[in-house]
């Protein structure tokens, strides 16, 4: 029996992208991170806080020379959610393209503190504003709830004028749920602006339509729950203003905006067609002085500011936030 070889090209394979991996929290390269690409003809691996991805550019980056490319890599963590990356090479890119660091998503924890007077009996300061804001050069938006979705980015976020036009209470929702029985629907249509719950804490969602049962269809999930006889807020809306962009992109549960410059708006919209949100601003203290922020994701140092009637402005102050320390508590004394 004979057989006959012949000689084929050989499938040899080069570096095609070689670019950092950052930990979101501490800028620092992370460990224990695992890369597999999802594009056909590629690999994916880390080595030396690098993500390489490896393969034969013909297959992997068809027409390089005059087309831009996008290769899918995903990024696995211990005890974090899988992350999936895209990696998009310039068109005529010399290879390996080298470009900008890749940030691994951070795990996302709450700030919380208690404001007191610092004179005794140190009683609790009901209805403070809390401003959170960004330390140089960095600036940031902080919401009373956190979004329900992601958003790339680059997408607009500005003030948006709400206008109260009624109430009525809730039935208990669950968080996730995108339909909420109220007591009343009257004024309640496609395009009304509901705010649920508390003021300080209240969270804003867009109405699709009413289902029979005073069925109130929202477009987005609520992100927390509704309890029972809840106070519902209906509105209607104005212009946007003051428009700036998501310099980082947000992720669902985030509840710090990145942003290319501060929004002074009483509430933003992240403006995203059907994915568009709405978020009051401002955090506020409970009657026990308490005030919680949700969903602060690597970002490790904020600026903080508290006005309360009859007593001194607090800050700006610079704290430090850890990525390990869920909630960040912050508590603060102020003078008369």
Known sequence: ?????????????????????????????????????????????VADGQLVVTGRPARALPSLDTTARTLEVVLDRPGRAPQRVELVVPAGSALPWRGPAVPLAATAVAVAGRVREKDHPHSPVADATVEVRGVAPRRLVALRAPLALAHDAGVTVGGRALTETGTTTASATPAGSDRVVVASPTGIGGGTVLAFGERRREEHVTVQGLEPGNVVVLRLPLVRSVPDGAPVRRHTTGAL??????????????????TVANSNAPVVEVS?????????????????GGWRLDGARG?????????????ATYGPVNHPLLGTSDPNVLDVEMSV
């Open 1 to 45: 029996m004979t057989m006959t070889v012949i000689a084929g090209d050989r499938l040899t394979t080069q570096a095609l992208v070689v670019v950092p991996i950052v930990d979101e929290w501490t800028g620092s390269a992370p460990e224990s991170v695992r890369a597999r690409s999802l594009s056909p003809g590629a690999f994916a691996h």
């Open 241 to 258: 203003t003051g428009a700036t962009s998501l310099v980082r992109a947000a992720l669902p549960g985030d509840g710090l905006l990145v």
């Open 272 to 288: 995203d067609g059907g994915r568009t949100e709405l978020r009051s601003t401002n955090l506020r203290t409970d009657g026990d």
């Open 299 to 311: 970002i490790s140092r904020i600026e903080l500011t508290v006005n309360a009637t009859g007593l």
